[in-house]
């Protein structure tokens, strides 16, 4: 691996010290929106649906009436939980997409923080 030019790397630095308080800023915005926002999850082939925040709090879960009366109570719990874990996987990839557009030295954060996972 050849040795990379010091002014260049000197380069690099200072436009990472530039960009880091303004992509601070904008990764603050993006996380206090995904934290207001709700994010839906269904499960029983959508009879069963949870709405949670950004923060993984459930603030709706709607059984519907074929899953009330159709499934024995630790099987509907199972969907229940089902539904709100899917809600918070999908408040989990807002949250990874947004970040991914955001930009520091010229490159994707996602580049430099682990957003990809789950």
Do not use: C
Request: glycine fraction near 10%; aromatic fraction near 2%; proline fraction near 4%.
């Amino acid at each position: 691996m050849p040795t990379p030019d010091p002014s260049e790397v000197v380069t690099m630095l200072n436009r990472l010290t530039a960009d880091l308080p303004a992509a601070q800023e904008q990764a603050s915005q993006v996380a206090a929106q995904i934290a207001e926002a709700t994010f839906e999850g269904t499960a029983a082939d959508g009879r069963i649906s949870a709405t949670v925040t950004g923060l993984g709090v459930v603030t709706k879960v709607r059984i519907g009436e074929l899953a009330r009366r159709g499934m024995d109570n630790l099987t509907l719990g199972e969907a229940v939980t089902e539904a709100v874990r899917a809600g918070e996987a999908v408040g989990r990839k807002a949250l990874r997409d947004r970040m991914a557009e955001l930009a520091i030295g010229g490159r994707a954060l996602s580049e430099y923080a682990p957003f990809g996972r789950d």
